[in-house]
């Protein structure tokens, strides 16, 4: 296999005194998706942006193509948590994926020739076409996911990080996403991560996992992290992971009884969920 | 109506509803209304303190208006934009009261700078306006991109390098200047009205940058130009004209684009 393009290694941080990651390890090939997975307060963003190359760290290292984060910026593409354009933003889907590839640079956007190819290829890799030319504003919360998307992979970024896609969702656009970002994986042959509280909507397209809790991260294939045993000592209680069918619940030991009896009981039709 | 006495005055305005146009697209898309709204006001209280020293009005209101920027930026840093940007205004405008107060010229001179008056635009005045404005069109053309990304989603802009603060001390600036050439020829009131009516009726009808840019260009022209014609043949002042047209413009846009929506949503349905 090829080198990594991205290479964590026993990397740890700290923000104002307290130690938010510690010893964090993990590589990441083109063409692999690894999932990021961590409740709130266990250090997915803080990682994120050490990768970004906004946060610095303590010890260990980031490196993506060989180089450490902050001078590699140009090679990642980063699709934020929160988006939201405002109805009467003077922006189409097209302007906004042309400002990813020259929104940093003076002067008017007169010339296009060559960006021309290289938006509508990114427009085409969303599967954006269609609503191309229709104000971003004006776009559903699932699309204008897409543009942005389509805004950072407009650079051919080595890496494309998104921080939450699935967060505010609905299942159809959500699952529309998961084969998205598989595809763009496959045939763009770049590494992506993304970040959730779940994994389990991820869990047709992921190649890796970093299951990161407070702080601390077990990372590997699913089979290989979500253990009990591997879990139970990241927590520093004991576990249970359920699994049904393809989906994989993990719970504190505790309620985990009372969640079986629930699966079985209350909710005839698990698979409905997909 | 365009004898060599109104000469002047036609160049100054078209040249000064062309830049505002080009700075308004900022205005509105950074949604900074409030801001356009508050340094005319800082610059008034400039033209009075030039009138109080008998220097160039255009040399006070630079002055004030620069002072506006700094505060208004400080004001901003320390807490909500909007109510440092009021603070700034009401400052200002005291200031402007304490001012006209030491005058002799009362009310003629207030009611000019806040209302504008097109026919006191002399040759001496020309030049300034016309390099100031050829300077406001060229730093929007050069920071045009970086300023539109900022504009609209700061988060990817920052991404790119694009440092906030910079582009807010670019765009507060572009708007100091236009606001203090403006000042004499359309007033603060209506300086205003040219920043935010013309682009906000253009970002109604079109998502295309350059698109919304032009259209911001000719309604404002279309409204400086329509408001000078009446104003003379009616002897109403300018300002109830820009005004006027200004708001009609928008409220015009903004119901096309109304009913345009309604009737795509009817297609769809």
Request: a neutral charge.
């Given at each position: 296999m090829?080198?990594?393009?991205?290479?964590?290694?026993?990397?740890?941080?700290?923000?104002?005194?307290?130690?938010?990651?510690?010893?964090?390890?993990?590589?990441?090939?083109?063409?692999?998706?690894?999932?990021?997975?961590?409740?709130?307060?266990?250090?997915?963003?803080?990682?994120?942006?050490?990768?970004l190359?906004?946060?610095?760290?303590?010890?260990?290292?980031?490196?993506?193509?060989?180089a450490?984060?902050?001078?590699?910026?140009a090679?990642?593409?980063?699709?934020?948590?929160?988006?939201?354009?405002?109805?009467?933003?003077?922006l189409?889907?097209r302007?906004?994926?042309?400002?990813?590839?020259?929104?940093?640079?003076?002067?008017?956007?007169?010339?296009?020739?060559?960006?021309?190819?290289l938006?509508?290829?990114?427009?085409h890799?969303v599967?954006?076409?269609a609503?191309?030319?229709?104000?971003?504003?004006?776009?559903?919360?699932?699309?204008?996911q897409?543009?942005?998307?389509?805004?950072?992979?407009?650079?051919?970024?080595?890496?494309l990080?998104?921080?939450?896609?699935?967060?505010?969702?609905?299942?159809?656009?959500?699952?529309?996403?998961?084969?998205l970002?598989?595809?763009?994986?496959?045939?763009?042959?770049?590494?992506v991560l993304?970040?959730?509280?779940?994994?389990?909507?991820?869990?047709?397209?992921?190649?890796?996992?970093?299951?990161?809790v407070?702080?601390?991260?077990?990372?590997?294939?699913?089979e290989?992290?979500?253990?009990?045993?591997?879990?139970?000592?990241?927590?520093?209680y004991?576990v249970?992971v359920?699994?049904?069918g393809?989906?994989?619940?993990?719970?504190?030991?505790?309620?985990?009884?009372?969640?079986?009896?629930?699966?079985?009981?209350?909710?005839?039709?698990?698979?409905?969920?997909? | 109506?365009?004898?060599?006495?109104?000469?002047?005055?036609?160049?100054?305005?078209?040249?000064?509803?062309?830049?505002?146009a080009?700075v308004?697209?900022?205005?509105?898309?950074?949604?900074?209304a409030?801001?356009?709204?508050?340094?005319?006001?800082?610059?008034?209280?400039g033209?009075?303190?030039?009138?109080?020293?008998?220097?160039?009005?255009l040399?006070?209101?630079?002055?004030?208006?620069?002072?506006?920027?700094?505060?208004l930026?400080?004001?901003?840093?320390?807490?909500?934009?909007?109510?440092?940007?009021?603070?700034?205004?009401?400052?200002?405008?005291?200031?402007?009261?304490?001012?006209?107060?030491?005058?002799s010229?009362?009310?003629?001179?207030?009611?000019?700078?806040?209302?504008?008056?097109?026919?006191?635009?002399?040759?001496?005045?020309?030049?300034?306006?016309l390099?100031?404005?050829?300077?406001?069109?060229?730093?929007?053309?050069?920071y045009f991109?970086?300023?539109?990304l900022?504009?609209?989603?700061?988060d990817?802009?920052?991404?790119?390098g694009i440092?906030?603060?910079r582009?807010?001390?670019?765009?507060?600036?572009?708007?100091?200047?236009?606001?203090?050439?403006?000042l004499?020829?359309?007033?603060?009131?209506?300086?205003?009205t040219l920043l935010v009516?013309?682009?906000?009726?253009?970002q109604?009808?079109?998502?295309?940058?350059m698109?919304?840019?032009v259209?911001?260009?000719?309604?404002?022209?279309?409204?400086?130009?329509?408001?000078i014609?009446?104003?003379y043949?009616?002897n109403?002042?300018?300002g109830?004209f820009?005004g006027t047209?200004g708001?009609?413009?928008?409220?015009?846009?903004?119901?096309?684009r109304?009913?345009?929506?309604?009737?795509?949503?009817?297609?769809?349905?």
């Amino acid at each position: 296999m090829s080198d990594p393009v991205l290479s964590v290694a026993h990397l740890s941080v700290d923000l104002g005194g307290r130690s938010i990651l510690r010893n964090v390890s993990f590589d990441l090939y083109p063409g692999q998706l690894c999932a990021l997975i961590g409740e709130n307060g266990a250090g997915k963003t803080t990682l994120l942006r050490s990768l970004l190359g906004l946060t610095a760290h303590r010890s260990g290292q980031a490196l993506i193509d060989g180089a450490p984060a902050d001078q590699r910026r140009a090679l990642v593409g980063y699709v934020p948590q929160k988006i939201a354009f405002d109805p009467d933003v003077p922006l189409r889907t097209r302007d906004l994926v042309q400002l990813g590839l020259d929104g940093h640079r003076l002067g008017l956007p007169l010339f296009l020739g060559r960006k021309k190819a290289l938006v509508d290829q990114a427009l085409h890799a969303v599967w954006a076409e269609a609503f191309a030319d229709q104000r971003v504003g004006e776009l559903s919360g699932g699309q204008q996911q897409r543009a942005v998307i389509a805004h950072a992979l407009v650079r051919q970024p080595r890496l494309l990080i998104l921080d939450e896609p699935l967060a505010n969702l609905d299942f159809g656009s959500a699952n529309a996403l998961v084969t998205l970002l598989g595809t763009l994986t496959r045939t763009q042959q770049i590494a992506v991560l993304v970040t959730a509280h779940d994994m389990n909507p991820l869990l047709p397209v992921m190649d890796r996992l970093v299951y990161l809790v407070g702080g601390q991260a077990a990372t590997g294939s699913v089979e290989e992290v979500v253990q009990p045993d591997v879990l139970s000592k990241l927590y520093g209680y004991p576990v249970t992971v359920l699994r049904h069918g393809r989906r994989i619940l993990v719970l504190p030991d505790a309620v985990a009884e009372d969640a079986e009896t629930c699966t079985a009981s209350h909710v005839p039709h698990p698979e409905k969920a997909d | 109506m365009f004898s060599s006495f109104m000469i002047n005055t036609w160049i100054a305005s078209t040249a000064i509803a062309f830049v505002a146009a080009f700075v308004g697209f900022f205005v509105v898309t950074r949604r900074s209304a409030f801001a356009a709204h508050a340094l005319p006001l800082g610059a008034f209280p400039g033209a009075a303190a030039a009138n109080l020293m008998g220097i160039n009005p255009l040399i006070g209101m630079l002055i004030f208006v620069g002072m506006g920027v700094f505060l208004l930026r400080q004001l901003v840093r320390m807490g909500r934009r909007d109510v440092g940007t009021g603070l700034v205004l009401v400052l200002f405008l005291g200031v402007g009261a304490l001012l006209l107060s030491m005058t002799s010229e009362y009310a003629p001179a207030v009611f000019s700078l806040l209302f504008g008056e097109v026919l006191g635009v002399s040759d001496a005045d020309l030049w300034p306006i016309l390099g100031i404005c050829v300077l406001v069109v060229v730093g929007i053309a050069l920071y045009f991109r970086p300023l539109l990304l900022d504009s609209t989603f700061p988060d990817l802009a920052a991404l790119q390098g694009i440092r906030a603060a910079r582009m807010d001390l670019v765009f507060l600036t572009l708007l100091a200047l236009v606001t203090a050439t403006a000042l004499p020829v359309v007033g603060a009131f209506l300086v205003f009205t040219l920043l935010v009516g013309p682009p906000a009726a253009a970002q109604a009808l079109s998502g295309n940058p350059m698109r919304v840019l032009v259209l911001s260009v000719m309604f404002a022209e279309g409204c400086i130009w329509s408001a000078i014609a009446l104003s003379y043949w009616t002897n109403w002042p300018i300002g109830f004209f820009v005004g006027t047209i200004g708001a009609g413009l928008f409220m015009g846009a903004r119901s096309y684009r109304h009913w345009n929506q309604r009737q795509r949503n009817f297609l769809v349905v």
